[in-house]
């Protein structure tokens, strides 16, 4: 049964998007419409029942009585745009929009004067991310991550930061090598199976109507496969995610690495979907995981500004992501997915918190900080718990998510990823206790200035929930491993 | 001249070339941390070839051995090679687009 709510998910922040855009100057009802968007966004995708949405479709089953028998094959075709609702998109969907709002709350308890096409972009980006998560067609979801794309580029350009040009032109050049590849691998599948419905594609390949291994299908995974590492910010793409994320507004930052996270489950569970079949699949992704871990931990250790450190992090988080798929067992997939959904809260924590000390003193250079655990003790421990999450420290999430990951190569027979997970796991706890000393504990240099006195409370308030959220995962994992397990499951 | 003397004015050349601030215990800390986590990963995912074969994986340590005597400290070469340099980001995408598609499109050929 279709579910209006369904589609609303995507229709209501597109709205919100061009409403802020026309309110640009109104600050007062921009912040209103923004934060009743925001709050409605994540509660929609609490309540809306599950099911498939056809848009300028058919519903295969309900017309395939009433065609001749000849034509039956054909009405399981989904010729239209299809949006399938499962509980893995409604946990996505919700992380997603607890993220924003958080994010936005902290924006606007910032800024006294609002940007329109600011506000305008991150809703056009999360209206993409949604269509992205929900959307069973490649084609579309390649259209949907182009928007993204582009959204993720002007959230640069409306930062502050003194290389947003350059970011940002950076980012529109490598896309332009990453975005047509993956969408000549969608072209390639289309000629060979003449259809983009992932649903289709599994179906006609599985029953070999083609040939599996036939050379364009070949292709087609090769160029969708460095597609998803383009949109995944995967080597050889970690730089540029990473400078992207640096160069952003820490609240920025926060939205755009969701956007990534999501973007990368999205396309890796379609292309595990597609192509889980061809003999490099699961060696291929391993091996870029491998490099993202070990090149994303090594080099945030060197970095000097703590907002670049934090975003090799990020990109080495997605190498745990990617190690779960590349494991391809259930337990691994879910491992996967948790560490997904756990990245999406950590990092957004951390950008956020760590956020709070550009906001003081309008530095991220960890050589010009210290001492800053006096400014604010509370926000000090909370970011400092993050880290921990993020390292894998029990009782937070990223332990939970983490020690499934080890446990599933470990059953797999692949004890050396294990091993690899836990040195990377340790080095991410040296490099954050490294950067977080620097910043709160060493004595503040006699030339430290400060731009504001206070942290805004809502800012504390936006990592305290961040921190609720990391603690409650970690302690009760079963409340999205349940929905995972079963999804995992189905996968392989 | 021991491994961290070596170590230490590696990263203060490189610093030299990237910024003005002096170099601190703090960068070479960091920089050591990061070759070590360097060295140990790369060995242990050479042993990962055992499941293809224990001669592959055999011979790719000792390649890595003789890589590390060579070329160590790597993480500062390693840091100068990811740098926000526009052609490095460019040559080195390309570069893996055609590793992917030669491995996988001739590589099935073997499988």
């Keep these: ?86 509980n893995i998109n409604r946990i996505f969907i919700f992380l997603v929009g607890i993220v924003v709002f958080l994010s936005l709350f902290t924006y606007f308890s910032e800024r006294k004067k609002l940007s329109g096409p600011y506000l305008f972009l991150i809703f056009m980006g999360v209206a993409s991310v949604t269509a992205l998560l929900l959307s069973n067609d490649i084609f579309n979801m390649y259209v949907f991550f182009e928007i993204v794309a582009l959204t993720q580029v002007g959230i640069i350009i409306a930062s502050s930061s003194e290389y947003k040009y350059e970011t940002a032109f950076k980012y529109l050049i490598l896309g332009s090598i990453g975005g047509p590849m993956l969408l000549l691998g969608i072209g390639f599948i289309l000629a060979v199976v003449g259809s983009v419905n992932i649903a289709d594609i599994v179906a006609v390949i599985s029953t070999n109507v083609v040939n599996p291994l036939a050379t364009p299908l070949i292709f087609a995974f090769a160029l969708m496969f460095f597609g998803w590492l383009y949109v995944s910010g995967l080597p050889p793409f970690h730089t540029i995610k990473s400078e992207l994320y640096s160069r952003a ?47 994303g931990v090594s080099m945030a250790l060197m970095q000097n500004d703590f907002r670049r450190m934090i975003a090799f992090l990020a990109v080495g988080e997605l190498g745990f992501i990617g190690l779960g798929f590349g494991i391809g067992t259930q337990l691994s997939i879910t491992a996967a997915l948790f560490q997904a959904a756990n990245e999406l809260i950590i990092t957004a924590l951390l950008f956020i918190g760590f956020g709070t000390v550009y906001y003081l003193t309008k530095t991220s250079d960890t050589k010009k900080l210290g001492g800053l655990i006096t400014v604010s003790p509370k926000m000090a421990i909370m970011v400092l718990l993050g880290g921990f999450a993020m390292a894998g420290v029990p009782p937070f999430n990223g332990f939970q998510s983490k020690i499934m990951l080890v446990q599933s190569a470990l059953n797999a027979g692949l004890p050396e990823l294990a091993i690899v997970a836990v040195i990377v796991s340790i080095v991410t706890f040296f490099t954050f206790v490294k950067a977080f000393h620097t910043v709160y504990l060493q004595p503040k240099p006699a030339n430290l200035k400060f731009a504001h006195k206070k942290i805004p409370a809502i800012a504390t308030f936006s990592v305290a929930v961040l921190l609720i959220i990391c603690l409650i995962l970690g302690i009760l994992p079963d409340l999205v491993t349940k929905i995972f397990i079963p999804f995992a499951g189905g996968l392989i | 001249m021991s491994f961290y003397d070596k170590f230490v004015n590696s990263v203060s050349n490189l610093k030299s070339k990237l910024s003005k601030n002096p170099t601190t215990a703090d960068n070479v800390s960091g920089a050591l941390a990061a070759e070590l986590t360097i060295i140990v990963c790369l060995l242990i995912s050479a042993i990962l070839l055992r499941h293809i074969s224990v001669i592959a994986s055999v011979i790719m340590i000792l390649f890595i051995v003789v890589l590390l005597f060579t070329n160590v400290p790597i993480a500062p070469k390693l840091k100068k090679e990811q740098d926000d340099s526009l052609s490095k980001m460019t040559f080195y995408a390309i570069l893996a687009l055609g590793v992917i598609i030669a491995a996988i499109y001739w590589g099935l050929k073997y499988v």
């Design chain 1, 249 to 295: 507004r820490p609240n920025g930052a926060a939205i755009l690495q969701a956007f990534s996270v999501i973007c990368m489950i999205a396309f890796g569970i379609a292309i595990y979907r597609i192509f889980v079949y061809v003999p490099f699949f699961k060696p291929a992704i391993i091996i870029f995981s491998l490099l993202a871990m070990v090149l």
């Design chain 1, 1 to 86: 049964m279709m579910d209006m709510l369904i589609p609303l998910m995507v229709i209501i922040p597109i709205i919100c998007a061009l409403m802020v855009n026309i309110l640009h100057g109104k600050d007062k009802l921009m912040r209103w419409v923004s934060l009743i968007v925001a709050i409605i966004f994540p509660i929609i995708a609490i309540i809306a029942s599950l099911g498939t949405q056809y848009f300028g479709g058919h519903n295969s089953s309900l017309i395939s009585s009433a065609l001749p028998a000849t034509l039956a094959s054909v009405s399981s075709l989904s010729p239209g745009i299809v949006y399938v609702f499962a």
